[in-house]
């Protein structure tokens, strides 16, 4: 494998092996699991309604505020 950026560039050439159990292992251990996926959903879903509800308020009240006057 090499690996390369602007200026310099390294190469590794060992050989490595990885078993399946511990491949599975680390595969568990750096993905976001769909439990938290959902709370994320869950809370980009929420903020996403907040400014759509924010944002309809104030233009209802901006737009009453130019009516009055």
Do not use: C
């Not at 938290?36 to 944002?55: E, H, K, N, P, Y």
């Amino acid at each position: 494998m090499t690996i390369s950026d602007e200026e310099e560039t390294w190469q590794w050439t060992d050989s490595f092996h990885v078993e399946a159990d511990e491949a599975d292992d680390l595969n568990e251990a750096s993905i976001i699991s769909s439990e938290d996926s959902m709370t994320l959903w869950l809370i980009m879903g929420g903020a996403m309604i907040a400014l759509l509800v924010g944002g309809a308020y104030f233009a209802g009240k901006r737009g009453s505020a130019k009516r009055s006057a």
